[in-house]
């Protein structure tokens, strides 16, 4: 089984005279299929650990694993290379393209990846658009949608191209609690029947107890909540 490894992770931010370590010596692991949620106040790191993981920000001091492959070893080389396989990710304001259907959206991933299964991709695309109950807004627009809906879009995006893990940031903190629920439910089921680990940074207490385990980043640390 696949494994996603944080080892020893530590950063400090630098403004003016002042450092801010948000992240020290943090270390945890997931592997496909299981959820792990991270709760801590606004500031606490959250977003940078997920930038972390993701290769998308390098930390200070540590190195991320996928397996024994240590991504961080040559820089951000390794991660550049290998992260459209390994990840997908989800923002709390979903960066939709306007002027792009949903469907069109989606399938920005595979364009990106220069990706030429065109029928196969199309088939995915469909196949995820479906588990979220949004197939019938394929040929829509961003600014057609609802909150909840282009939320929706936007998991489907991070999903489309079957990645390892899929790191989530906020998914819920812009909807009502209605819709919050929907959300929830809808990741926990996607990541479950297709095998992903998924890491949730959230506020949502409600949220991150439906979750295989819980860490609680403060004052630099992570503890399991």
């Known amino acids: 089984m696949n494994k996603l490894t944080a080892s020893n992770i ?52 540590g190195n991320i694993y996928f397996n024994d492959i240590n991504l961080s070893s040559n820089n951000a080389k390794n991660f550049n290379s290998m992260r459209g396989n390994l990840f997908g990710y989800a923002y709390q304001f979903h960066y939709l393209l306007d002027d792009l259907t949903v469907f069109e959206n989606c399938n920005l991933v595979f364009k990106i990846a220069n990706d030429k299964k065109v029928d196969e991709n199309s088939k995915q695309i469909i196949q995820i658009l479906d588990e979220l109950g949004i197939a019938a807004l394929q040929d829509k627009y961003p600014y057609m949608l609802s909150g909840g809906e282009r939320q929706r879009v936007a998991i489907a995006r991070a999903v489309v191209h079957e990645p390892k893990f899929v790191l989530m940031d906020e998914p819920t903190g812009n909807l009502d609690h209605e819709n919050a629920e929907v959300i929830q439910n809808l990741t926990i089921k996607l990541a479950q029947n297709h095998n992903i680990g998924i890491v949730v940074a959230t506020h949502d207490l409600n949220y991150a107890a439906k979750l295989d385990k819980v860490f609680r980043i403060e004052n630099g640390d992570l503890k399991l909540a």
């Open 10 to 61: 530590s950063k400090t931010y630098q403004s003016g005279d002042h450092q801010t370590e948000v992240l020290s010596n943090i270390s945890f692991s997931i592997s496909e299929g299981d959820s792990i949620g991270i709760i801590g106040y606004s500031g606490s790191g959250k977003t940078t650990l997920l930038q972390i993981l993701a290769g998308l920000e390098m930390p200070d001091q």
